[in-house]
């Protein structure tokens, strides 16, 4: 069964065309540079050292929410359709969500918009045993696939990646959810999957815990695709913009000093987020899990230079924006054209950028070890 927004009932649809936002304000427009409170959805089941921590954790502890008077709570679910149904209805305010589940969803008409990047550098791969013979996409014909779940990113990437072989996604795999982590890695090793479709970070969490994995190549195609991306209720944009720019500022500070200092982001994360510990020492557990949150922040920073070079938080080219419809098309998602204006609002970013970055690298090069 596929998890896509084509599959949802009429009447769910319309009743997201009609919701509202969550906490951010009334329908009237909300005072510039007021309190606010926002749900931010995470799109995941699982808490992990991935964007939960270095750009809500971080923002969150150290300050950044609290800077721009916001008060940012967080929800969890099953994958990036998911988090979305969640911005739509109004059980949260913004999520970091799957571009291509955010083109699929304007598609359908449900009332979402991005407003700035996050994962800039594809993080989707195809995994395999290391003495597995299966070698590209050619070779999958009759094969299971193994997904985090059929409404998260991986589902999309695996069809886009068989679909890219020639092959028919629909007859010629199976996708089965298998999660992350242990699970995943269970899976895989005991033969349910024949291979994995997971995130790099997910699949740096199953090296932690001395699996060997081998990797096959993503077809071209796959280069200049954006993954996720922040969206929110496209209803409640224009009343909330300074709402959602404050809270863009916030996290793209938290990113900055996350890329620059990853352990202070981990250990900052184990304090927001203590079930990342799963009873474990942090002593013990930090060096796998800044492994593993320095291998998602590979994929959500530009990938050459520095910190102290980044800039230009949350840009989309027109150019990647095309490439991720192509691909969104290929993936089953969505079956026409989406005008870029119905999908993507980039004039928060000027104001998301408009912060201190040496005052943030300072902080980051000089936080306490604990």
Do not use: H
């Not at 990113?153 to 068989?162: E, L, M």
């Amino acid at each position: 069964m596929k998890q896509k927004w084509g599959v949802l009932p009429a009447v769910l649809v319309a009743a997201l065309a009609l919701a509202g936002c969550g906490g951010s304000g009334d329908d009237a427009a909300a005072e510039e540079g007021a309190p606010a409170k926002l749900t931010f959805a995470i799109a995941s089941a699982v808490i992990g050292p991935k964007e939960e921590v270095a750009v809500y954790a971080v923002a969150k502890e150290l300050g950044y929410f609290a800077e721009e008077k916001l008060t940012v709570e967080t929800i969890n679910t099953d994958g990036s359709v998911a988090a979305l149904q969640a911005v739509a209805s109004g059980s949260a305010d913004l999520t970091a969500a799957d571009s291509g589940s955010i083109l699929g969803a304007v598609e359908k008409n449900v009332p979402v918009k991005a407003i700035g990047g996050l994962v800039q550098n594809w993080p989707w791969v195809m995994a395999v045993k290391p003495d597995s013979t299966l070698t590209g996409g050619a070779d999958l014909k009759g094969k299971k696939i193994g997904v985090i779940s059929l409404a998260s990113g991986s589902a999309p990437y695996a069809r886009a990646f068989v679909a890219a072989a020639g092959l028919d996604p629909a007859k010629d795999v199976e996708l089965l959810p298998v999660g992350v982590g242990a699970p995943a890695a269970a899976a895989l090793n005991d033969g349910k999957v024949d291979m994995l479709a997971l995130y790099t970070q997910a699949y740096a969490v199953i090296e932690n815990s001395g699996i060997t994995l081998k990797y096959l190549d993503n077809p071209d195609a796959f280069d200049g695709i954006r993954s996720l991306s922040f969206a929110v209720g496209a209803r409640k944009l224009d009343d909330n913009k300074d709402v959602y720019t404050r809270f863009l500022r916030a996290a793209y500070k938290a990113m900055l000093f996350s890329a620059k200092n990853p352990e202070a982001a981990m250990r900052i994360g184990y304090q927001v987020f203590p079930q990342i510990l799963a009873g474990k020492q942090a002593a013990d557990q930090l060096p796998a899990d800044t492994r593993s949150l320095t291998a998602w922040l590979k994929t959500a920073t530009p990938a050459s230079g520095t910190p102290d070079q980044f800039g230009d938080w949350g840009a989309i080219s027109d150019q990647e924006w095309t490439k991720t419809q192509a691909y969104t098309k290929e993936a089953g998602q969505i079956t026409g054209d989406v005008q870029l204006g119905d999908v993507w609002e980039p004039g928060l970013l000027a104001g998301a950028n408009d912060f201190d970055k040496a005052a943030v690298l300072d902080k980051a090069a000089n936080y306490p070890a604990k």
